[in-house]
């Protein structure tokens, strides 16, 4: 079952809510979200009290972003267990909840094989529901880690391909701190820029058709003050025709063993202007992310959503100060029938480098992934 609780915002301090948090209250453990369907009109937290609830918010992006979906995944486990519930119903549920990241998979997997060691080792209920709390309590520690280690390594790398700084960077989607335990993936490396005043300006695609640029990207460059401009997916093509991009950052739900990378649809069509252009196109992702079990790019399943997203306008594309959100105003003659990939996959010769907490990988082969992966498993 899920709770909502508004929490007013009357200035324009950063938010105080984590995208999410594990919580006991005396009526039993919780994992509380911070609904990213509300975004920006409302700080909203969606208290999930059981692995349904998180299915449905996984759904519905009330929490999204591959890392974060990762750590939700474990989170959802743990919470089926310490709840008393069949874990191994809730893990695969959690699991499928979307199919893309493979993140999530990856979080679910890592909770529910430390929830099963413990049981075959002749513990009890109680004790494997603490080692599957303990395993994403972990993850989320990893990720917050592996966000920072990103963000120097992609500031970096920036600064050796893009000498003299004052980097203009357009990204897609969103990748801050409501995908990430830290403060995410590719925009965490545009905030290192800003901070170390080499970002003249962070270009946002408002990222059509659920607006994860402009409700949440452009929500996240405004709290940290940096210089930003929202334009239309379709405006992109003309900024770099204008020669305004120095740079492409995106993140990545997965990516496959020979570099193929899935992510938010549209990413590769500036994946293709950037090449046309001459300009570098960056993924930041953490390790979690890469999926040696997909062998390229052919092989990712891409999520396919409802297509009122594309037909109507709906909650959460109005959920913003002042219109009242939900109610499917339609923007298309009813009974028309619509595409709407959640991702389309880049292939790995269009992918400049791919930037992760261990390493850089430039140029994007299956070797050079493998071999960083390698490396860090031995670390
Ligand atoms: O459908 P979403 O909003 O979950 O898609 C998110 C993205 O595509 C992000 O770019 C991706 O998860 C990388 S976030 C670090």
């Known amino acids: ?42 700080e ?31 989170y959802g486990v743990a919470l089926a267990a310490a ?20 993140n999530l998979a990856y979080g679910v997997r890592r909770a529910q094989a430390a929830h099963r060691a413990v049981l075959v080792a002749g513990g009890d209920h109680k004790q494997a529901a603490e080692a599957a709390l303990a395993a994403a309590r972990a993850l989320h520690r990893e990720d917050a880690e592996a966000s920072a280690r990103m963000a120097v390594n992609g500031l970096a790398l920036l600064d050796e391909l893009l000498p003299g700084g004052n980097h203009r960077i357009l990204t897609h989607c969103n990748t801050g701190a409501l995908v990430s335990a830290g403060e995410g993936t590719a925009f965490a490396v545009a905030l290192a820029a800003h ?20 409700r949440l990207t452009a929500y996240e460059a405004a709290r940290n003050a940096m210089a930003y401009t929202l334009l239309t997916d379709n405006a992109a093509g003309s900024l770099f025709s204008a020669g305004e991009v120095d740079a492409v950052l995106i993140g990545a ?16 069509p500036l994946a293709v202007l950037a090449r046309y252009h001459h300009v570098p196109f960056i993924v930041v992702a953490p390790l979690t992310t890469v999926d040696p079990d997909t062998p390229n790019g ?29 109610g499917g105003i339609p923007v298309a003659p009813l009974g028309t029938q619509a595409y709407n990939p959640a991702f389309d996959v880049t292939p790995p010769e269009l ?29």
């Open 83 to 102: 709840r008393g519930f069949g874990v191994d119903e809730a893990a695969a549920a959690l699991a499928s909840a979307r199919p893309t990241a493979v």
């Open 1 to 42: 079952m899920a709770d909502q609780y508004a929490t007013s915002r009357e200035d324009n301090r950063p938010t105080e809510i984590p995208a999410l948090r594990w919580d006991e209250p005396p009526e039993g453990p919780v994992l509380v979200l911070l609904d990213q369907t509300r975004l920006p009109a409302e």
């Open 298 to 326: 052919a092989s990712i399943e891409v999520e396919q959503r409802a297509g009122h997203e594309v037909t109507e306008i709906t909650a959460p594309q109005v959920s913003v100060a002042g219109f009242e959100a939900g």
């Open 253 to 268: 739900d997965r990516i496959a063993a020979d570099g193929s990378v899935a992510n938010k649809v549209g990413s590769y």
């Open 195 to 214: 901070r170390a005043g080499r970002l003249r300006r962070l270009w946002v695609d408002e990222t059509r058709p659920l607006l994860q640029g402009a």
């Open 351 to 379: 992918v400049t480098a791919i930037v992760t907490e261990e390493g850089v990988v430039s140029p994007v082969t299956a070797e050079a992934l493998a071999e960083l992966c390698d490396r860090s498993r031995q670390i």
């Open 44 to 74: 909203v937290e969606l208290v999930c009290t059981d692995a349904a609830a998180l299915v449905e918010a996984i759904r519905t992006l009330a929490v999204r972003g591959a890392p974060l979906l990762g750590v939700a995944g474990a």
